[in-house]
Structure formats: structure tokens, C-alpha cells
């Protein structure tokens, strides 16, 4: 019997510690520039929405872009996630999309305050042009 509950317990603990990996992610913060894409970053028309077109795995979530504002500076930073059952880069072979637009809305238009990448600080690129 004792046999038999330590035999039990093994399982349980091997099938807690997949089941608790399924359930989390790994979370990365990525630059908004691509020099592969160029300028690749659009400002709407008037001013509230930013976006990018960004591309990503069949084994990652759809990433996002958060921006930051204040009074003189609007910050942009891309989140990438993926499963962690679901691999990263070289770890498994992930289909990849021709890119497709992500945006942000701001609560106030761009303006004149710069635009400035938070994850390697340098200023964005932009071109204005019509969102859709």
C-alpha cells in the first residue's frame, strides 16, 4: 500500500508541474523599429492612433503596442508573449505571417510631443498617413 501512495503522489506531482506550465507565458518587450521593415511605424491622420506592422509566429500571441504619454513624449514598447509549451525561435518551427497592422489608440493626439521608443530609447521614425 505504501508502495502504491508513493507511486500515486510521483504522478500527481509530474502532472501538476505540466499542467501548471501550460497555464503560464513567457513575456518579452521588443523594439517598435524593425530595420528590416524601415518606417514602418503610422501616425493616423489625427494624431490618436499609432501602428505597425508587425509579424509573429504561429506559436506566439498576437503581440501589442503600449504606449506611454506625458506632456512632452509619447513612449511606444512591443509585447511579444508565447505559451511556454509553445516554444520560442529556435526551440520549435513557428509558421510566420507576412505581418500584419497592430495600433494603439492615445488619449491625446501625438502633436508636437516626440515619439520615442522605450525599449532602446532612441527617437521613431513616422510617417502620417490615413488608418484603417
Not at 18 to 30: K, P, Q, T
Amino acid at each position: 500500500m505504501g508502495c502504491s501512495v508513493l507511486v500515486l503522489a510521483v504522478f500527481a506531482m509530474v502532472g501538476l508541474h505540466f499542467w501548471n506550465r501550460l497555464e503560464r507565458s513567457h513575456s518579452e518587450d521588443a523594439s517598435v523599429m524593425d530595420g528590416s521593415r524601415g518606417e514602418s511605424v503610422i501616425v493616423s491622420d489625427n494624431g490618436r492612433t499609432i501602428g505597425a506592422v508587425e509579424s509573429w509566429g504561429s506559436c506566439e500571441n498576437r503581440p501589442h503596442v503600449e504606449a506611454h504619454e506625458s506632456t512632452h513624449a509619447v513612449t511606444l514598447l512591443l509585447k511579444r508573449t508565447w505559451p511556454l509549451w509553445g516554444g520560442r525561435g529556435d526551440e520549435v518551427t513557428c509558421r510566420h505571417n507576412a505581418g500584419e497592422k497592430i495600433s494603439v489608440h492615445l488619449d491625446a493626439p501625438l502633436g508636437d510631443r516626440t515619439l520615442t521608443d522605450r525599449f532602446t530609447g532612441r527617437p521613431v521614425p513616422f510617417r502620417t498617413a490615413p488608418l484603417t
